[in-house]
């Protein structure tokens, strides 16, 4: 399906009344905007799992990701994000990478599983390493699945090289 998500408070207000709702799996949606899964994500008070498997972007980007990242009071225990590599590389994605972290929605993560990424530039590296150190002093499981460039240097991240 398409995730569009109109500009109101309607939504958020909504949202808040699930308040029993602790996981949410989105499989094979589109999104409109960044914000759009951000809203989504943040929008239900006691989250703790979160599954993103074969999201796509529903057209191309036409204005640069904001470089706001507005905190969220949820706090995730398991983050899996299962995506193509178009949708990995694509910099909406990357920006939803950066909020999780600068959020701190991922401050308590427990399990973490990145699976299906190319990675193929500095930024989404840069990003997933930046996750990976938000919840360092909490996750017990972590699963990557991915394929870097092999062009690409990762021990410029330190995550990786400890």
């Known amino acids: ?26 499989y094979k949606i589109a999104f409109h905007s960044v914000h ?3 809203r ?5 008070p006691n ?10 972007w529903k057209q191309p980007s036409t204005t640069p990701p904001s470089t706001s990242y507005p905190p969220t009071p949820v706090r995730l225990t398991m983050l899996r994000i299962d995506s193509e590599a178009e949708w990995s590389q694509d910099k909406r994605s990357i920006y939803f990478l950066e909020w999780l972290t600068r959020s701190g929605m991922i401050t308590s993560l427990v ?5 299906c ?6 930024t989404l590296l840069a990003a997933l390493d ?12 972590i699963g990557l ?6 062009d690409l240097d990762i021990s410029s991240c330190g995550f990786f090289t400890q």
């Open 1 to 26: 399906g398409v995730l569009y998500l109109p500009s109101s408070r309607f939504f958020q207000v909504a949202m808040r009344q699930f308040k029993t709702v602790d996981e949410l799996v989105l």
């Open 36 to 38: 759009d899964l951000r």
């Open 40 to 44: 989504v994500a943040s929008g239900l």
């Open 47 to 56: 989250l703790r799992s979160l599954s993103i498997t074969c999201a796509t």
């Open 111 to 115: 399990v973490a599983y990145l699976g």
């Open 117 to 122: 990424c190319m990675i193929q530039e500095h």
């Open 130 to 141: 930046n996750m990976l150190r938000a919840c360092c002093h909490t996750v017990q499981e």
């Open 145 to 150: 699945s991915w394929a870097p460039n092999p």
